[in-house]
């Protein structure tokens, strides 16, 4: 329930940049498990480009990026919200957790920069001391007990995609399985599918993107689509669907 101005903060020493990663890392947290509720519903795929924020008055929020260039401090990710719909609950917000700790990282060692060799070292053994925000999210994950809730939220508004490990794939609602039967099952479902360009056969450890128009799936390298921009797309019309001409 976090909105927040941020605090203007010089941390000099080790232990006060220490102090101010720990309470952005510890505001991030909350917003990613007490008030995990709360965050999903202000990160609506229909806004601009949203970040999240961490301050080191203990406080969160969900809001546009700065507008001033250079940014007074490392900007976190751009546009978490746009893959919201797209994805499973919990795999999106591990993908936020991930970008997160990459934030915090970036935000402690600008402060750091000044710091000596030493100095720097012992901030970077204090951080790697306490776990990343992705493993507090994750351990959460494994330890709560499964509800269909945890599935809530996953359908595409367009096409009833989800992205899932680099994967954009069609989705229907199944019971819940441990995540190593779900990825089994989905090699399966999708072992036959080709790429509508290359004719290379499905594989769990390359990105694909499926055509909204056609139904026809892709290597996201043979349409030139990459994960990241695949996450702001809303409808996506292949190469061969985008140059038929319209009928009237």
């Known amino acids: 329930m976090e909105t927040a101005t941020s605090v203007s903060t010089n941390p000099r020493t080790v232990e006060e940049v220490f102090t101010d990663f720990s309470a952005r890392r510890a505001a991030i947290v909350r917003a990613l498990t007490s008030e995990v509720d709360h965050f999903y519903s202000l990160c609506d795929p229909e806004k601009d480009n949203l970040c999240l924020y961490g301050y080191p008055n203990d406080s969160w929020e969900v809001n546009l990026p700065a507008e001033e260039v250079p940014p007074e401090l490392p900007e976190p990710a751009l546009g978490i919200n746009f893959a919201r719909d797209g994805m499973q609950r919990k795999d999106w917000l591990s993908l936020v957790a991930v970008h997160s700790d990459s934030w915090l990282l970036a935000v402690a060692f600008y402060h750091g920069a000044r710091l000596n060799h030493n100095d720097r070292k012992r901030l970077f053994s204090m951080i790697n001391d306490l776990p990343t925000v992705f493993e ?38 199944v019971p819940l399985k441990e995540e190593n039967e779900e990825e089994e099952d989905e090699d399966e479902e999708h072992g036959d599918t080709i790429c509508g360009i290359c004719d290379g056969i499905y594989s769990s450890d390359e990105f694909w993107i499926g055509c909204d128009i056609c139904q026809r799936w892709y290597h996201g390298k043979c349409v030139k689509v990459t994960f990241a921009k695949a996450q702001s797309i809303k409808s996506y019309k292949c190469p061969l669907c985008s140059s038929k001409k319209v009928r009237q």
């Open 136 to 173: 507090v999210v994750a351990e959460r994950r494994q330890t709560k007990d499964k509800t269909p809730a945890d599935i809530s939220g996953s359908k595409s508004k367009v096409s009833a995609k989800r992205i899932n490990d680099g994967q954009l794939k069609n989705t229907k609602p």
